[in-house]
């Protein structure tokens, strides 16, 4: 089982429209957790850190379940502008830091 | 935020050489990382560089292969030895900014071709 797994996607949306993606992890002393957005050939980019609380930035809700090993992200109001690829980074226990990715989910939004 | 710059950008290599980026931040940064991404793949880590030390190398790489230098906080290099086809990628540097609070950034990436 990979360390880090996200939907399949790719997701094809309209405009306005509501998205969620979801990311597991396996190893559940991890500690930190992130999503990337990574546009075509570009480097990623932080869209948000996830806290155990839950938090929302404009349009975007990010939410961890310790329980269920898994994160989420929810786009509301789709725009154009927000295709890309949405990768979840994992930062494991005593990692020296590092992130481990998933794989990416692609979304494409359109008109 | 840190910004990171690469260079070169992108390279075409013969197979059997051996060609070193460099990855160059422009403030101090506590850590500093080098990812591969393979065509239509996520981020894989290559190695955490360390200053002033060998690098951390993860499963899958050595040092052989993949030497990393890091003389100081803002500076970190990565060779790619010996290339072929398959080492064919984008090579990604990246930094963990003093103060950032685990925010982890990227450069813009060597996209790397391998004849």
């Known amino acids: 089982r990979k360390e880090v797994e996200q939907d399949p996607g790719p997701f094809n949306v309209p405009e306005g429209a509501t998205v969620a993606f979801n990311c597991t992890y396996s190893?559940?002393?991890?500690?930190?957790f992130f999503w990337y957005r990574q546009d075509c050939r570009k480097e990623p980019k932080l869209l948000m850190s996830?806290?155990?609380s839950g938090n929302e930035d404009g349009r975007f809700t990010a939410q961890l379940n310790r329980a269920s090993q898994y994160i989420s992200l929810l786009i509301r109001d789709s725009k154009l502008s927000d295709s890309a690829t949405y990768l979840c980074?994992?930062?494991?226990?005593?990692?020296?830091?590092?992130?481990?990715f998933g794989a990416g989910t692609r979304l494409a939004v359109h008109p | 935020s840190a910004v990171i710059s690469q260079k070169p950008s992108r390279d075409i290599c013969q197979r059997g050489t051996s060609l070193t980026i460099q990855c160059q931040v422009d403030?101090?940064?506590?850590?500093m990382f080098w990812y591969r991404q393979q065509p239509g793949q996520s981020l894989t880590l290559i190695a955490t560089?360390?200053?002033?030390?060998?690098?951390?190398?993860e499963s899958g790489f050595v040092i052989d292969k993949f030497p990393i230098s890091r003389p100081n906080l803002t500076f970190s290099t990565l060779t790619v030895s010996n290339m072929s086809p398959e080492d064919s990628s984008i090579y990604l540097c990246?930094?963990?900014?003093?103060?950032?609070?685990?925010?982890?950034?990227f450069g813009p990436g060597t996209r790397l071709l391998v004849l």
């Open positions: 990246s930094a963990i900014g003093q103060g950032a609070r685990e925010t982890q950034y």
């Open positions: 190893n559940s002393a991890s500690q930190s």
């Open positions: 996830v806290y155990s």
């Open positions: 980074a994992v930062r494991p226990s005593g990692g020296y830091n590092k992130l481990i």
């Open positions: 403030s101090q940064v506590t850590m």
């Open positions: 560089a360390n200053q002033g030390s060998e690098a951390t190398y």
